[in-house]
């Protein structure tokens, strides 16, 4: 059993914590966090499913304060695992990088932390191998999570000469009232940081995009122009997003005609928060022009790097060297062979 700690219990991180406690090759020793923030007081609520350590030092009484128990310190947590997932407010996983360094721990950092403080920049799917046996990986931001899964999908079959995307953004997660009550579309120069990302971990693709902040919660749709080497008909394009795991192929004709029915489908299943690990690929907008395949996806932000995440695990330990092996194990312990 591999153990893991969940350092930054928010929106990702309580996310990865029930992610990991799915996986039966891994053991979750707990969460650590700083404050009883709402996340907190739910674990507690829920009879704390998971022990929880207090990452900053001194400050435990403003845990216990809110009837919340602590089981140690950050150091105290570190020191039980081999590996620490670091789901911290951007920023604070640099930081962090310091402890784990001196502890020699491995550890797995979220999109918000810079590329410069990690071995690899990592994708389960795209780049598995990359990150055997490294020490510091980093997980691409959602929107980059779902786009390289199609990206790949697409370029493992027929090659992708270029791709261009547009990606309308949704602004906050559901809850995030500092976000402010908004009524705007702002528009981010070119190339958006997912088409730079999109080139890191697969620099034989050049693509570049444009991104349009939209003042909505439920999920991003990013619009993407894929050029393939080889030409590949529109049927055979939905059969290979059909048999990704990964990917879920929707119709809008059966009703779900925007992001909130997915996330509709998603409360409706019965999963916890509405999450969904599968990216949307609705059926009657996949097209061609010329040779360019056209679709869009719908990128579920809060659970949508979850999957990749346990990749990067299994890269690090390494738990598995084969990448289809990796992918196969963390979709069966997820629910989504
Ligand atoms: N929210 C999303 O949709 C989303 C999607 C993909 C990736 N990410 C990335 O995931 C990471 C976390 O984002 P989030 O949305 O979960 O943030 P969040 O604000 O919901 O959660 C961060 C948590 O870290 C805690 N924290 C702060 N400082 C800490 C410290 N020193 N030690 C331990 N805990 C500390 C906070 O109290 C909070 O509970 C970021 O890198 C972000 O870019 C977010």
Not at 211 to 227: C, F
């Amino acid at each position: 059993m591999v153990r893991v700690a969940v350092v930054g219990y928010g929106v990702i991180g309580q996310r990865l914590a029930d992610g990991v406690a799915l996986q039966k090759d891994m053991e979750l020793v707990g969460v650590a966090d700083v404050t009883p923030t709402i996340s907190v007081r739910a674990l507690k609520d829920k009879g704390m499913p998971y022990a929880l350590y207090c990452a900053a030092p001194g400050r435990e009484n403003g845990l216990l304060d809110a009837g919340i128990p602590v089981s140690g310190t950050l150091e105290d947590l570190i020191d039980k695992v081999d590996i620490v997932l670091d789901a911290t407010s951007a920023g604070i996983g640099a930081k962090n990088k310091e402890l784990y360094n001196k502890k020699k721990k491995k550890a797995v950092f979220q999109g918000g932390e810079k590329n410069e403080i990690v071995d690899v920049f990592f994708h389960g799917y795209a780049n598995y191998e990359k990150g055997v046996g490294k020490d510091f990986l980093k997980l691409t931001s959602c929107n980059t999570t779902g786009l390289i899964r199609a990206v790949d999908c697409l370029d493992r079959e027929v090659g992708m000469e270029k791709v261009a995307i547009t990606i309308i953004r949704r602004v906050a997660d559901p809850g995030d009232t500092h976000r402010g009550l908004t009524n705007v579309l702002k528009i981010d120069p070119v190339p958006s940081h997912q088409a730079v990302d999109l080139m890191t971990i697969m620099p034989h693709v050049p693509c570049t995009g444009v991104l349009v902040h939209t003042p909505v919660t439920h999920g991003h749709i990013i619009s993407i122009v894929a050029t393939p080497k080889k030409s590949i008909s529109v049927t055979a394009v939905i059969d290979l997003f059909k048999k990704h795991p990964r990917m879920m192929v929707i119709k809008i004709a059966d009703g779900f005609d925007s992001n909130a029915s997915l996330f509709r489908y998603a409360r409706d299943l019965g999963n916890p928060r509405g999450d969904m690990y599968e990216i949307g690929v609705w059926e009657e907008a996949v097209a061609l022009s010329g040779k360019d395949v056209i679709f869009s996806i719908n990128i579920p932000q809060e659970s949508v790097v979850i999957p990749e995440t346990m990749d990067a695990i299994r890269a690090a330990i390494p738990m598995q060297k084969a990448r289809l092996e990796a992918v196969g194990l963390t979709n069966r312990y997820l629910g989504m062979e």
